[in-house]
């Protein structure tokens, strides 16, 4: 564990999340960090979503929603009142479940990041910047001669790879994806997991999943969430084949879900 202290990214303590007078998340703390793919999973409703959207502050857009507890990513409160929330959210990307491209160019999907936060001073570095992402996403080979066509013209595994180039784009620091295959068929999740094996290093990614099997294929640390808390945490490995939780076991056997 040596080298933990380098690697990690982000740091969540004692997190607590409210819908109204409702507790969705209660006093959870993980890290997140480069060098590993994390995973959350858990029953339907047990806040993965929730404590997901935490970490890039998506949920100041629910009204009602309020975060107690300390976010940091490196090392610096993400809730502090200076922080820069639109930068925030171009340094920790978000990748949605349901493929969400903007109804424009393929090629202006990706660069419409770049653009709103002025990292292209010249047509000739967007254009370099839109294929770096596309390539990075595995998607440059099939739209490489279509970049003027719609992003929504695209296949479902298609537009969420473009989704993944959109929020690299923008060179961020963590990618956090919110069950980002379960609108996709086998072929497209296989190539998205693939896609994951092939950034993490390159960012921390955090992905929530209810797809057991994906969380054992694409991640090396498992955070198992149920009502609202922080059952276990560990090496993914470990969490499949020897939970120290009966709670835990009991998911990972198929019991409940
Ligand atoms: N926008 C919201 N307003 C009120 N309650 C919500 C909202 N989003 C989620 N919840 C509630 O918070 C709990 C956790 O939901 P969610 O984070 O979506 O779980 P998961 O992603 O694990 O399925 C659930 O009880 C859900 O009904
Ligand atoms: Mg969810």
Not at 33 to 43: H, S
Not at 97 to 125: M, T
Request: charged content about 25%; aromatic content about 6%.
């Amino acid at each position: 564990m040596e080298n933990m202290t380098e690697t990690l990214k982000m740091t969540a303590r004692d997190v607590s999340v409210f819908y109204g007078a409702k507790q969705a998340i209660k006093s959870v703390s993980i890290d997140i960090d480069m060098a590993n793919v994390t995973a959350f999973i858990g029953p339907s409703g047990c806040g993965k979503s929730t404590f997901l959207r935490t970490l890039n502050r998506m949920n100041d857009t629910i009204s009602g929603a309020r975060v107690e507890g300390r976010i940091e990513l490196d090392g610096e409160d993400i809730y502090a009142s200076s922080m820069d929330v639109v930068q925030l959210r171009a340094r920790v990307g978000m990748v949605f479940q349901k493929p969400n491209p903007f109804p424009k160019s393929i090629y202006e999907n990706v660069a419409y990041g770049p653009r709103i936060h002025g990292l292209a001073p010249a047509k000739a570095d967007l254009d370099r910047m839109v294929e770096s992402a596309l390539r990075k996403a595995g998607l440059w080979d099939e739209v490489k001669d279509r970049l003027n066509e719609s992003g929504t013209a695209l296949s479902g595994g298609q537009q969420q790879r473009l989704c993944i180039a959109r929020a690299i784009a923008v060179d961020p620091e963590v990618v956090l994806m919110d069950e980002p295959c379960s609108a996709l068929d086998p072929i497209a999740t296989a190539k998205i997991e693939e896609l994951i094996h092939e950034l993490r290093g390159r960012y921390a990614i955090a992905i929530v999943t209810h797809n057991m099997q994906q969380a054992a294929r694409v991640s090396q640390k498992t955070a198992f969430f149920h009502l609202g808390t922080l059952v276990e945490y560990g090496d993914t490995s470990e969490i499949f084949t020897n939970p120290r939780e009966e709670r835990t076991k009991d998911y990972i056997t198929g019991r409940y879900g």
